[in-house]
């Protein structure tokens, strides 16, 4: 539950904050070469934010060639963020347990995984990402990708709110 309930919180917030959509996603630890793939079956289009043209898209079968889905083409190059926002339990004993966490990072788009050859989810973003964090223990679930390098403001966010911000 924590999950779901986090995946909104993350969404609320990047729109509050940033005036954009994110990206939910899963990650997929990409090994040759130290990067992420964020990968789900639906992507918002209008990644630089609502009021702004929407990147490119084409329409493709969903798992199994069943239904047809847009997938939106992330731009290579584009400086993103993940955030995923870990909701805090205020019956801990712990004091750092109450609080919210978010995990926060920072990274620039490789490539557009072409889905099929490579197998998942239809929007599937590689994203090198920044600093030494071990692709195979990546943190988070359902986490958001978004356009822009907001670590600075989101950090910030952090202090202001009360929350714990984790740099990964």
């Known amino acids: 539950m924590s999950y779901r309930l986090g995946a909104v919180a993350t969404q609320v917030i990047t729109q509050y904050?940033?005036?954009?959509?994110?990206?939910?996603?899963d990650p997929v630890a990409e090994t040759s070469v130290d990067g992420i793939i964020g990968a789900h079956c639906s992507c918002p289009t209008r990644l630089n934010g609502f009021g702004t043209r929407p990147e490119p898209f084409?329409?493709?079968?969903?798992?199994?060639?069943r239904d047809a889905v847009p997938r939106t083409v992330w731009r290579p190059g584009q400086r993103i963020t993940c955030?995923?926002?870990?909701?805090g339990n205020p019956?801990?004993?712990e004091e750092?347990?109450?609080?919210?966490?978010?995990?926060?990072?920072?990274?620039?788009?490789?490539?557009?995984?072409?889905?099929?050859?490579?197998?998942g989810c239809v929007v599937s973003v590689l994203v090198k990402m920044d600093g030494e964090q071990n692709v195979l223990s990546f943190p988070g679930f359902h986490q958001l990708?978004?356009?822009?390098d907001f670590k600075k403001e989101t950090k910030s966010f952090c202090q202001l709110f009360g929350f714990s911000a984790r740099v990964v």
């Open 83 to 87: 955030l995923d926002v870990l909701p």
């Open 58 to 65: 084409d329409i493709k079968h969903h798992h199994g060639n």
């Open 17 to 25: 904050l940033f005036d954009r959509p994110g990206f939910q996603q």
């Open 91 to 93: 019956k801990a004993e």
């Open 96 to 119: 750092a347990a109450q609080h919210s966490t978010c995990l926060i990072s920072t990274g620039t788009v490789l490539k557009n995984m072409e889905v099929p050859p490579a197998g």
């Open 145 to 148: 990708f978004f356009y822009g």
